[in-house]
């Protein structure tokens, strides 16, 4: 079947590129060539098809679909519709001299972007054949085309360095506590057995500190709610400060939390709790002193891994050992 004939079936064919208005100076990949060369590579160009596409008809790759060619917007636009990942770097917009399918060409694959005209638009059609060819027989047109890439591949570098940072700051917020600030569950589900088995391989003490804020529900009917979540952020406040910085604070559920001590044996565990109860209790809670300023005390359970024990097991330790300092009376230290 002739070529034409199969574009004219599919899109608008109005011509060639030797019969329309442009020259190689309007298009990118042709500027700047020397001037002996752009003679040669009008002639080249002269019988590609020129293709008219209303607005919003989709590119059609020719009579065999997706087949890999250049496409080169002589007047119009052309939006790219890329799915996430695919043809990252690419302008979303082609505008008039600008071209798309350079990298199909070169991978002979096919074009993974559906192509769409935003207005009324003509599209030159070089075959890949023919830009292989002036590609080896012309080096402005390959210098163009590889500075064309080169900024495609700068522009896919820094779009992925801010989606990389853009995904670590949501992974991190998915990792804390929206009110406190602390760490929440899901990190400790996620840390807290790599912490156990890095102390189990090494031999590195590993403590954790289980915290509970005394008779928090009477604070909060008392107090209210607003009050009972300026008196957690307070808490996790003073854990934090207390702690060094390779410890971990963590957010547990509701008013319990927990402190991760790496490289703290059993006997100095106890005094970072009891250290971490002195402070809560001199807490400030409103530090406007328009509203009587209420304390809180917390109960402080302590448990030491050891040999043969899991995250599990020590956790479980810690509760219980906290349930000890809530039976002896609360406010106070129990391991």
Known sequence: MDCQYAYRQLMDHVGTFAASRHTVS??????????????AVEAALASCAVLRLARGMLVNGGPDGQHARLYIVLSGALELAVEPGIADGLPRRILPGESVGEQSVLDDAANLAAMTALEDTELLVVEPDLVWDLIERHNGVARNLLRLLS???RAANALLRRRQKLGE???QLSLNDALTGLYNRAWLNDMLPKLVARSLQDATPLSVVMIDLDHFKRFNDTHGHTAGDAALCAAAATIRAALRPTDYAVRFGGEEMIAILPNTPRDLAPLVAQRLCTRMRMAIVFDDMRVPLPHITGSFGVATLASGQDERTLVELADAALYRAKE??????AV
């Open 26 to 39: 309007d298009l990118q990949l042709f500027r700047d060539l020397a001037p002996a060369a752009r003679p």
């Open 151 to 153: 900024f495609r591949i």
């Open 169 to 171: 700051f949501y992974r």
């Open 328 to 333: 002896a009376g609360r406010d106070r230290v």
